[in-house]
């Protein structure tokens, strides 16, 4: 086959920023923001869907980036976990929640985590235990630290918990 | 991954062109949730992927004229969302709720879950149950396939060489009809059913079953309507007695298989208690309960 035809010019919006790059067609999204880009948030863990650890928010929607192809992002906006910090690199409410409440262990699950969690909350800005249970049931946490994942996403959410720290 | 090539078309006429051109070696891409994991396995290896993303139309959903009509690249999502689908057809709800996970529902389409034919498809048996019908268009243009001649096998669709599932047709059920779809699996994300209960009752006012839509999935090869257990059912009160029988008929038309899942014996078990259970909720629905007796 062609080796030419079998790469694309893509033009995307990344954290924020509009890029372009040239990618082979078989190249997953996560593939290509982890060796392209340096982007090194969103992990491999089981590369079929299954764990969540790849997750990338991509128009506003959670979504496996090893199970999307790079160049279907044509034109998209994709948001990772590095795209969450403010300017000066305060870190988004969501991951000081995850500091705060302690819901990172050994952390390879906690980018995925973090991104589906923000889609969670942009979509219902304070859900219930069950809600955030089902919005998150595509993560896994192989630390099973789950309860202090869900309290975290509780307290950034609108309503916040008890836990008197709030947002 | 294996290399190919990807192609987006932007018109279904281009989309059909390039199926035709490259037969075999090429594979059409809806939301990829199946099709990307069957390239890493190589137990596909195509080389040129059709992506349906930039078709336009594909990914309308629309209410009129007491039928709900929706673009084979609507991703589960989309129908989880929708308030009108959970209102008039709850049991379509209920396949998309537990299947996968947010991220698999926010890019997988019912179309792509419709043609992949798996056994496990959650969107078949609530699909036969609402009778619906499938819009194709291929070289020698359109035609539409009732849900029922669909599917041919595990894997295997009434499609033929590039053709394109375009919309998926259903008609508005009876007034007063009541749904559910129970997924019986192990666990509530991120698994397959061991078996799939679709049930629609239209109940009259005295509570006796006026017509009853019974579909059922891993239950035998493909997808099925227990046409048996439906006619028997119907005409008679909706008590749960009867329903008990209707789900001992209903195995008797079953033909389920012993798998890595779950056993035969297994799956007839729990047709025989899911049955009533999935008329009950759907009842439940329509603020109805179990006539006495």
């Not at chain 1, 991509?58 to 034109?75: E, Q, R, T, Y």
């Not at chain 2, 991954?1 to 279904?12: A, Q, V």
């Not at chain 2, 499609?159 to 509530?188: D, F, N, Q, T, V």
């Amino acid at each position: 086959m062609d080796e030419r035809v079998m790469a694309m010019k893509i033009s995307f919006n990344l954290n924020g920023e509009d890029v372009s790059i040239n990618i082979d067609d078989h190249i997953t999204l996560l593939e290509m923001l982890r060796d392209s880009f340096e982007l090194y948030g969103a992990k491999e863990g089981c590369g079929y869907g299954e764990c969540g650890s790849c997750t990338v928010i991509v128009d506003d929607m959670a979504i496996n980036s090893c199970l999307m192809l790079a160049v279907s992002v044509n034109g998209r906006t994709v948001v990772t976990v590095e795209g969450l910090a403010g300017p000066r690199g305060e870190l988004d409410p969501l991951q000081q929640a995850f500091v705060d409440r302690g819901a990172v262990q050994c952390g390879f699950c906690t980018p995925g985590m973090i991104m589906s969690a923000k889609a969670l909350l942009k979509e219902k800005s304070n859900p219930g235990e069950e809600e955030i249970r089902k919005g998150m049931a595509g993560n896994l946490c192989r630390c099973t630290g789950y309860s202090k994942i869900v309290e975290a996403i509780k307290c950034a959410s609108e309503g916040g918990c008890s836990c008197g720290k709030g947002f | 991954m294996r290399r190919f090539t990807y192609h987006e078309p932007d018109s279904l006429t281009g989309a059909i062109a390039l199926l035709e051109e490259n037969g075999a070696k090429a594979k059409l891409l809806a939301g990829g949730t199946d099709l990307i994991i069957e390239i890493k396995q190589e137990a596909k290896t195509p080389d040129h992927l059709v992506s349906l993303r930039s078709v336009p139309g594909l990914q309308d959903m629309e209410y009129s004229n007491r039928e709900l009509s929706f673009g084979a690249m609507v991703t589960h999502r989309m129908i989880e969302k929708s308030e009108l689908i959970r209102e008039k057809f709850s049991l379509l709800s209920d396949a998309v709720d537990n299947l996968g996970s947010v991220q698999v529902r926010n890019v997988a389409t019912i179309g792509g879950n419709l043609c992949s034919a798996a056994p496990s498809a959650d969107t078949a048996a609530p699909v036969m149950a609402l009778q619906a019908t499938l819009v194709v268009k291929g070289p020698a243009g359109e035609r539409r396939i009732p849900i029922e001649d669909f599917f041919k096998g595990p894997g295997k669709t009434a499609l033929e060489p590039a053709e394109i599932l375009c919309c998926i047709s259903i008609p508005a059920l009876p007034e007063g009809a009541a749904s559910c779809y129970i997924k019986h699996a192990r666990r509530k994300a991120m698994d397959l059913p061991l078996l799939g209960i679709a049930v629609i009752i239209v109940p009259d006012d005295n509570i006796v079953c006026r017509e009853a839509r019974i579909a059922l999935t891993l239950a035998g090869p493909i997808p099925f309507r227990a046409t048996k257990a439906e006619a028997f059912v119907t005409g008679k009160p909706l008590s749960r007695q009867i329903w008990e029988q209707a789900g001992e008929i209903a195995v008797s038309e079953s033909n389920p298989r012993t798998s890595f899942r779950t056993t035969a014996e297994y799956r007839k078990k729990m047709i025989c208690a899911l049955i009533p259970r999935a008329a009950e909720v759907a009842l439940q629905r329509i603020n109805r309960a179990w006539m006495k007796g």
